[in-house]
C-alpha cells in the first residue's frame, strides 16, 4: 500500500503562493492517479485536483486557474502549486490515490497532511 507525507504548508498572505509535495512510497506510484484534498476547519474533507500516471489533470472549480497540480514519478512526488491564495482555503491539505477518474473514493491511507494557513 502506497504511505505517502504530505509537506510544504504554511503561513502566507492572501494573494500569495505556496508549493505543496507529497511523497509516496510504493512501487506503483508511478501507475497511480494522485489527488489533493483539502480539509477546513468544522468542514469535510474536498477534493482539490488529480493527476493520472499519463499527466492528465482535473481541478475544482475552486481552484481553476490558480492551482497546477504536478508529479515526478522519477521521485515519486505530486506537487500542488497554489496561486493567489485566499483565507478562505485555510485548511489541511492532504494528497491520496484516487482510482481513474473517482477522486470521490480516494484510496489510500490518509497521511498527515499539510497545514496551509493564508491570512486576510
Known amino acids: 500500500q502506497v504511505q505517502l507525507v504530505e509537506s510544504g504548508g504554511g503561513l502566507v498572505q492572501a494573494g500569495g503562493s505556496l508549493r505543496l509535495s507529497c511523497a509516496a512510497s510504493?512501487?506503483?506510484?508511478?501507475?497511480?492517479?494522485m489527488g489533493w484534498y483539502r480539509q477546513a476547519p468544522g468542514k469535510q474533507r474536498e477534493w482539490v485536483a488529480s493527476?493520472?500516471?499519463?499527466?492528465?489533470?482535473n481541478y475544482a472549480d475552486s481552484v481553476k486557474g490558480r492551482f497546477t497540480i504536478s508529479r515526478d514519478n522519477s521521485k515519486n512526488t505530486v506537487y500542488l502549486q497554489m496561486n493567489s491564495l485566499k483565507p478562505e482555503e485555510k485548511a489541511v491539505y492532504y494528497c491520496?490515490?484516487?482510482?481513474?477518474?473517482?477522486?470521490?473514493?480516494?484510496?489510500?491511507?490518509w497521511g498527515q497532511g499539510t497545514q496551509v494557513t493564508v491570512s486576510s
Open positions: 491520496n490515490t484516487h482510482p481513474y477518474g473517482r477522486w470521490d473514493r480516494p484510496s489510500g491511507s
Open positions: 510504493g512501487s506503483i506510484f508511478s501507475i497511480s492517479t
Open positions: 493527476i493520472t500516471s499519463g499527466g492528465i489533470t
